[in-house]
């Protein structure tokens, strides 16, 4: 069951949920002020989509497990011209979102992702940076972009996001973003963010296993050759909102 539809925020801000009833209370009151959180709730059992409804967000069910498709659902309900995505973890603060934001708003950037800054030894497991580290190397060789991470904190405007066509619904779904997004020529930037111990456990990278099965998946991206007609139509959606 979703929540009545809102009126239009001046930004959407996807927050993909799979059992974060710990983390949820503090994300939500961190929302910027006439920011709209819509949390996708990816198959909790745990009462998250209960708890994020009595805090006012804007909830929408996405039965098919896995981080793309929690994150599509989101885009695709979104209705701002400008739309973040947020781990739900508590690992990153929203208050930040602005400042991740403010390049798309002026449109001086088409896509700015934030590139976490541990702020404790434990808030990122050495597996877990270690992979990002070689995905962020690949992506260099792909696209020529020099990013330093595949930040979940992001910010892009709506419709030239979902004239991408964007086709994974797992852990790839960030870096395909990232790669049709180089493919269409669109000015990519990073901005640090401070990284925090997560609340719970990672569901993607708390683990070798998950961590590993993320690398596949974003392998598997990476292979795929340009998306031509999707390319086309996210660099003239890009042109137009300039």
Partial sequence: METPPSPPAAVDVVLPCLDEAGALPWVLERIPSGWRAIVVDNGSTDGS????????????????????????????????????????????????????????????A?????????????????????????????????????????????????????ALALTD?????????????????WRVAETDVPYRPRTGRSKVTGTWRGTWQAVRDMRSVLAEPPAADSVAAAATGRATER
């Fill in 169 to 185: 619904r797992r852990s790839g779904y960030p870096l395909q973003m990232v790669v049709r997004a180089a493919d269409a020529g």
């Fill in 49 to 108: 989509a209960d708890i994020a409804r009595s805090l006012g967000a804007h909830v929408v069910q996405e039965p098919r497990r896995g981080f793309g498709a929690a994150c599509h659902a989101g885009l695709t309900a979104a209705t701002a011209d400008v739309v973040c995505f947020c781990d739900c973890d508590a690992s990153l603060d929203p208050t930040l979102l602005p400042a991740v934001a403010g390049a798309v708003l002026a449109g001086t």
């Fill in 110 to 162: 088409d896509l700015v992702l934030g590139r976490r800054r541990p702020v404790t030894r434990g808030a990122w497991p050495l597996h877990a940076r270690l992979a990002n580290l070689n995905l962020a190397r690949m992506v260099r060789r792909r696209t020529g972009l020099r990013l330093h991470d595949l930040g979940p904190m992001r910010a892009a405007r709506r419709e030239p996001l979902l």
